[in-house]
């Protein structure tokens, strides 16, 4: 493909997570870090933050279907998928497990198990896009170009 | 019919009301009986001959009797006028018959003749014998003769003269009739009336709550109409109202009666009674004169209604209308007043985050300014640094009070409990002062009284704030003499003797610096008892130490604290003021000396609120003092474990440092007690807590054996009073000679900016800054020899001339370095690794989270920088165990151990370390000989590692905490480049990105 077309829809794709609150200005600021030196560091970056991310999510589902539910235990966890969410600035899984986080306090399971449902739908989402811009990435990288910033 | 009409017209009135009344008095008569009024009936007859008013209806009834009378007469007239012509018509119809008759005797006579057919009313009065008057005529029928015919006028005559008779019995009827209507009507009728319109009346009034009556003109009472009359007639009659009843309105209203008299007009008025007869009443009182013929005022109506229900809700009503007013005066009162206090609030709300607000760019302005300063400058640039490090250090220091004072208002503001060392405490705030002395010529003292524990439990932060205050006020405003701490326990009889020989400055400042000798002894009655001791008798020091600990064991401890200072004092008047904010004793003052205004007050605060009180005692030109009362807690089980610390230190004992800023200025400061338990490398804790990391390794401090062998001469007295000089090593002496004169060259090397470095200078580069030492300034070599010297001269070898750098180059440059000391929480001038490439640099990051560390990593190799990862508190501990970190950036919340927690341990690892190698410095110097490598050995501080706190969590008190527990700073998360590097250059200012 193109190198150009494929520049394009990269730009695209990263405006459109922008624009619908995938991400925030966090990621740019990944982006930013990824110079020749590391050149692939927001991929390196995205792959731990989403199998940290599905380790959690597996802890936090099995933590939930525990009796009694350990919230201290949960609230550890959301704290370090909230950290890490927020670090690589996946806004809307931040913002999920904020909520998740309230209701944890709160001990309230059944407001937990659906702010970890939103949290996970929204990880998926997240994933599934950033995954698609990295493999865009890869490609544009292949063809030789290189990876337009958004400003 | 007209006559019949006019009649019924006429007298219609008269006839429906005689029937209502009549009606009405069948209903209501037998129901009830007419109350009696109270009246004189003599009075009535006097007023009906020459009153005029009031008789209307009497004379109504007169007149009503009068017409129905004269209406009788007509209708008895009118009756006798028919009769008269019925009687005329009957004489014109006896004629004709008489006439007709005497044809028809003629013709046919025995016809009959009925006379008076229709006169049937008066047959009974004057029977007429038709029966026989017929038979007559039939007899006479038949006889035709001339007796006959005579027979018959005669009956006929007779008839007539019948007639004639019963016209007259009627006449007379009709007369008798008349007369005797005449006679009964007025008497009867005008009774009955009268009677009805009693009872009218009667029922009219009988149920109102009303009183009328009727007074003379004497205004006794004539008549009395009450509604619920208990009185009988004897009570009212005659007597006047003042003669019936007295109390509060009686005299009123008889002077109202009065008045109405003699005014001779009507009137009203709301009288309140409150008699025995009455009890407490109100009426409406209408009175009206009565006048006679010819107008002469001969008494008086009246007419009372009970009003007082009504008045009293009247009263009611208008006590509730008055209360509403109130109420809503006070509403709008308080509504103005919320809305004073919340455009206050808000207003300091403001104010509070404005203060944050310009805190952070100001922070940035400063740190630039610092980072400037270290550039190579020409004098006039410099002064302009200076200028600049200087004014925005003073706006730092107004907005840090004031952010302060909003959190005392806020109540944000929470105390902590913590063990800290009151004499580090003392020693560190007499340390900073130095810094602000500003080339002036004082003595700084410290005393900690003996019985003071070596630990106790407190807010540390605040206390220190709060002597850092009052010292640095007492400097301010001290030309001369000396500024003095005190701490002790209250209470502490030692004390109070000390108290009372003189330890005002304030008093006897002149004494002391004339005759120290009275003050020397006093000082070696507590460092013979305990000196002696530790240095002669160390054995028996644990003992000493235990039986003074006893003392203090229990729990509580009142900790009194004293600022002297020999300064211009405070006006008498000014002292109510003192502590409000922003105020300052006067405007000269503020013009003069500068500041804020805030410094007392939030130390009142402070003070209070760790529930003591602060005061002062001032005499103006003399000095004042400032003193306050701490509730601090012992802390028992350290005191055990520390008082062998203690002993060992107190050999070391206590320090004097001794500053000659430009001439001869020294401070002291000295425990001096046996208990001095100083350790320098706590004092580094102690001082980097509270961010002015920059003394850090500038304060060196000598410990030397102590004894008391300083009897020295006058001049040194003051600081030899605590100095406990150690006898006589003038090894020693040259010793620290040396060192003073080593570090002092690498200050000057470093020319004042940096000052930190010094050590790691000498230390790691000597062969880089070896050339530039060449710069030090001749001043203030002489300044140390003098000092030296005249150390020396005195055989005073135990004043430990041996300055701390930092005080030294405080005394070079004051403004600057003040400018840099002050409280400047942000810029810790951690720039110890300045010659360290940045490749070289330990970094140790403590996070749990991968992502966070990933994205850490790649941030720090934009400097080139290699980083360690902790991922979780106990492995940072470990980490620093192992290694010495330039930085730390620490997440605060991680599992296992969390960065407070990770960060306090670091920092007792410090202590410990410190400690340590302070005991290895002091091998040093007493086996090295004097010279540089002595000087390097000293300089091998090890530094206290600045921590980084990381956290997403950023409220002003969540950062205070951090700060508490020992960080320096903290990035917020999530971690952004830019927000990473501006903490990096906090520390290393000449970071550089590499850019690859």
Not at chain 2, 18 to 30: C, G, H, M, S, V
Not at chain 2, 258 to 267: D, I
Not at chain 2, 359 to 368: D, E, Q, T
Not at chain 2, 711 to 718: L, N, R, V
Request: glycine content about 4%; hydrophobic content about 35%.
């Amino acid at each position: 493909m193109d190198v150009a077309k494929l520049q394009q829809q990269h730009l695209e794709l990263t405006q459109a997570l922008f624009k619908e609150g995938f991400l925030d200005e966090q990621f740019t600021q990944l982006q930013q870090l990824e110079d020749p030196s590391n050149p692939e560091f927001v991929a390196e970056v995205s792959t731990l933050f989403f199998d940290d991310s599905q380790r959690i999510l597996a802890e936090l589902t099995k933590s939930l279907d525990g009796d009694p539910v350990d919230f201290k235990k949960i609230d550890a966890y959301v704290h370090q998928f909230k950290g890490s969410s927020s670090s690589i600035g996946a806004h809307r899984v931040k913002v999920g497990c904020t909520v998740l986080r309230t209701c944890c306090e709160e001990e309230n399971r059944e407001g937990c198990w659906q702010a970890l449902q939103q949290v996970k739908q929204e990880f998926f989402l997240v994933k599934n896009r950033l995954e698609l811009l990295l493999q865009l990435e890869q490609q544009i990288l292949a063809e030789g170009g290189t990876i337009p910033f958004m400003e | 019919m007209g006559p019949e009409a006019t009649k019924k017209i006429s007298s219609m009135w008269v006839d429906r009301i005689t029937r209502f009344a009549d009606k009405r008095a069948e209903l209501f008569q037998p129901k009830w009986t007419i109350e009696p009024a109270i009246a004189d009936p003599g009075r009535l007859i006097e007023l009906l001959q020459y009153g005029t008013t009031d008789f209307d209806m009497f004379s109504n009834l007169t007149k009503q009797c009068d017409d129905k009378q004269a209406n009788a007469v007509r209708l008895l007239r009118e009756q006798r006028d028919i009769l008269d012509r019925q009687k005329i018509a009957n004489e014109s119809k006896q004629r004709e018959i008489l006439e007709e008759l005497s044809f028809q005797v003629i013709e046919d006579g025995n016809r009959p003749h009925y006379v008076f057919q229709e006169e049937d009313d008066l047959r009974d009065e004057a029977p007429l014998q038709v029966a026989d008057s017929k038979r007559n005529y039939e007899i006479d029928e038949g006889d035709d003769s001339a007796d006959h015919w005579k027979g018959i006028v005669n009956k006929l005559d007779h008839l007539l003269s019948e007639s004639l008779c019963r016209e007259e019995a009627l006449i007379r009827q009709i007369n008798e009739k008349e007369e005797a209507e005449n006679k009964a009507f007025p008497i009867e009728e005008l009774e009955h009336r009268l009677q009805n319109m009693n009872t009218y009346l009667h029922l009219a009034i009988k149920n109102s709550p009303f009183v009328c009556g009727h007074h003379d003109r004497e205004l006794r009472y004539r008549f009395l109409y009450h509604y619920f009359p208990t009185l009988t007639e004897e009570d009212i009659i005659g007597k006047r109202d003042d003669e019936i009843h007295s109390g509060p309105g009686v005299e009123d209203v008889v002077a109202f009666k009065r008045e109405v008299l003699c005014r001779g007009y009507p009137a009203k008025r709301e009288i309140t009674f409150c008699s025995e007869l009455l009890g407490q009443m109100t009426y409406v009182i209408a009175a009206e004169p009565v006048f006679s013929k010819d107008r002469e005022v001969v008494g008086l109506n009246y007419v009372a209604v009970d009003i007082t229900k009504q008045a009293i809700e009247n009263e009611k009503l208008i006590r509730l209308r008055e209360e509403v007013a109130v109420q809503k005066a006070m509403e709008s009162e308080l509504h103005k007043t919320i809305h004073i206090t919340e455009e206050t609030m808000r207003a300091k709300q403001m104010l509070a985050t404005m203060s944050h607000e310009i805190r952070s760019p100001l922070a940035g302005v400063v740190s630039i300014a610092e980072v400037l300063a270290t550039t190579n400058l020409d004098g006039e640039q410099r002064e302009m640094v200076d200028v600049m490090l200087s004014s925005s250090d003073l706006i730092l220091q107004l907005i840090n009070d004031i952010a302060d004072l909003s959190k005392f208002e806020s109540g944000a503001l929470k105390l902590e409990a913590k063990k800290f060392r009151p004499r580090e405490v003392v020693k560190n705030v007499l340390q900073m002062a130095v810094a602000s002395m500003q080339g002036k010529n004082l003595v700084l003292e410290g005393y900690v009284a003996e019985e003071v524990p070596i630990e106790v439990i407190g807010d540390v932060l605040r206390i220190r704030q709060i002597l850092t205050n009052l010292v640095s006020n007492a400097i301010k405003f001290t030309h001369q003499g000396q500024v003095s701490i005190t701490l002790r326990i209250q209470g502490s009889s030692n004390n109070m003797q000390r108290d009372t020989a003189g330890h005002h400055p304030i008093l006897d400042n002149a004494n002391r610096c004339d005759s120290p000798r009275m003050e020397l002894t006093e000082d070696i009655q507590n460092s013979e008892k305990t000196f002696s001791i530790f240095s002669e008798l160390p054995v028996e020091g644990p003992e000493h130490m235990n039986r003074d600990l006893d003392k203090v064991k229990e729990a509580n401890i009142c900790l009194f604290c004293e600022v002297c200072d020999t300064g211009i004092g405070i006006p008498e008047n000014a002292i109510p003021s003192l502590f409000k904010e922003y105020t300052q004793a006067s405007s000269t003052t503020a013009r003069k000396y500068g500041g804020t205004g805030l410094g007392l007050a939030i130390c009142k605060q402070l003070v209070e609120l760790m529930g003591g009180n602060l005061s002062v005692k001032s005499k103006e030109n003399e000095g004042s003092s400032f003193f306050f009362t701490l509730n601090c807690k012992s802390h028992k089980d350290i005191l055990n474990r520390d008082s062998n610390k203690g002993n060992k230190m107190s050999d070391k004992g206590p320090h004097c440092k001794s500053n000659s800023p430009s001439k001869e200025a020294s401070w002291t400061f000295t425990s001096a007690s046996h208990a001095s338990g100083i350790l320098p490398s706590d004092s580094k804790f102690l001082l980097a807590t509270l961010n002015i990391a920059a003394l850090d390794n500038k304060v060196e401090v000598e410990n030397f054996p102590t004894e008391t062998c300083a009897e020295g001469q006058p001049e040194e007295a003051s600081s030899k009073r605590r100095t406990l000089a150690a006898a006589s090593s003038t090894e020693k002496c040259v010793k620290s000679q040396e060192h003073e004169v080593m570090s002092r060259r690498s200050q000057l090397e470093e020319c004042m900016v940096r000052p930190m470095e010094d050590h790691v200078v000498s230390d790691q580069s000597e062969t880089k800054t070896g050339d530039s030492r060449t710069k030090f300034s001749s001043s203030s070599d002489s300044r140390t020899t003098n000092s030296l010297e005249h150390k020396t001269a005195n055989g005073l070898d135990a004043m430990y001339s041996q300055q701390p750098e930092r005080a030294k180059l405080t005394s070079c440059d004051q403004e600057k370095v003040a400018a840099i000391y002050t409280q400047n929480t942000t810029l810790c001038m951690h720039t110890n690794k300045y010659q360290k490439e940045q490749n070289q640099l330990n970094i140790l990051l403590a996070e749990d989270n991968k992502v966070n560390v990933m994205v850490a990593r790649s941030m720090l190799q934009q400097f080139g920088l290699q980083l360690d990862v902790a991922y979780n508190g106990a492995e940072a501990v470990k980490a620093v165990k192992t290694k010495q970190y330039d930085l730390i950036l620490m997440d605060v919340q991680m599992p296992i151990m969390d960065g407070l927690e990770a960060t306090q341990t670091i920092r007792g690892l410090e202590l410990q370390r410190n400690s340590s190698e302070d005991d290895v410095r002091e091998q040093c110097q007493s086996t090295q000989s004097p010279g540089k490598s002595q000087g390097t050995s000293t300089l091998q501080y090890p530094s206290r590692t600045p921590i980084v706190a990381m956290t997403a969590d950023t409220f002003p008190e969540n950062v205070a905490e951090f700060m508490a527990h020992g960080m320096d700073s903290f990035v917020p998360k999530p971690v952004t480049f830019k927000k990473l590097s501006q903490v990096l250059r906090e520390f290393f200012p000449w970071l550089k990105e590499v850019k690859s």
